[in-house]
């Protein structure tokens, strides 16, 4: 595959637009027969209701069994083991769906499953499975109602599913705790996310969070024991070994890719962070 496949969300699947659905996973078993590895441009919460599989996230493998929930964000690259597919229902939104009522725009992403920080993309809900299971269940026929679905009642579904899992989520895992310069942490986490592939310099994500470079510099080593520009170059080197795992580009189009105009400094940066060259990696990650 010369690029990675991404799904876009089906919006007029029942008629009108309609953010949010949930599918099983036999219903999807041939889409990801044919893309095994992919990218959602939506958010998904996987609800393990028998068998067995694994499945990662951004190289992260899980073990999945009964009672399990994977959570992924958009933009993120799964992965199914297409030959041990467990059932399951898949939750599926738009961002948009609940921002157009709850009006805030750091709500899902405070969300300890969706956060940045978190520590993992699975939980067992083996406490509160019913209970999750029957929201599903009230979602699919509200979903399914040809009179009229009312996207009051569907928020109201997924708003109750979305706290019980949080809540669930912070008695397994650990979250990293807020502080009083988390605004420009989290602002600039989000800027790099956003434009770290045309932008390698510090001093646009200061200008952009109306700081200097050296407060940024500051407080980012303070927060994550790692200088922005490090930081930036990280986030570059991953993206580089996701392109050189999972697409055929050649390595002049991933350096094309994340807006390098020099390849040989590309190829020199790749390897002071991985002691290997780009080629090298990705005979490696095929062998």
Wanted: charged share 25%.
């Amino acid at each position: 595959m010369k690029y990675i496949h991404q799904y876009q969300f089906y919006k007029t699947k029942y008629g009108e637009e309609l953010l949010i659905d949930v599918v099983t996973l036999d219903s999807i078993r041939r889409h990801i027969g044919r893309h095994p590895v992919h990218i959602l441009s939506y958010f998904d919460i996987t609800v393990i209701t028998g068998g067995s599989g694994c499945f990662s996230i951004d190289g992260k493998q899980y073990v999945l069994e009964r009672g399990d929930v994977i959570f992924s964000r958009p933009g993120e690259i799964r992965a199914w083991d297409k030959n041990n597919l467990p059932q399951g229902y898949a939750l599926i939104f738009e961002e948009e769906f609940l921002l157009s009522f709850f009006n805030d725009l750091s709500f899902i992403q405070n969300l300890s499953y969706f956060n940045r920080n978190r520590v993992s993309a699975k939980i067992n809900i083996v406490n509160i499975y019913i209970r999750i299971e029957n929201l599903i269940q009230d979602i699919i026929a509200e979903v399914n109602n040809k009179q009229e679905k009312d996207k009051h009642i569907l928020r109201a579904l997924l708003y109750e599913m979305l706290m019980l899992l949080n809540r669930e989520y912070l008695k397994t895992h650990a979250v990293i705790e807020e502080n009083s310069q988390n605004r420009y942490i989290d602002g600039f986490i989000r800027l790099v996310d956003k434009d770290f592939r045309t932008h390698h310099d510090t001093k646009y994500y200061a200008g952009e969070l109306c700081i200097t470079p050296n407060y940024l510099n500051e407080i980012v080593r303070k927060s994550m024991n790692i200088s922005p520009k490090c930081y930036i170059q990280n986030k570059i080197i991953q993206e580089a070994k996701r392109l050189l795992s999972y697409t055929e580009l050649t390595v002049s189009e991933v350096a094309d890719n994340l807006n390098f105009e020099n390849l040989s400094y590309f190829i020199r940066l790749f390897r002071k962070h991985t002691h290997l060259t780009p080629l090298q990696y990705r005979h490696n990650m095929i062998r």
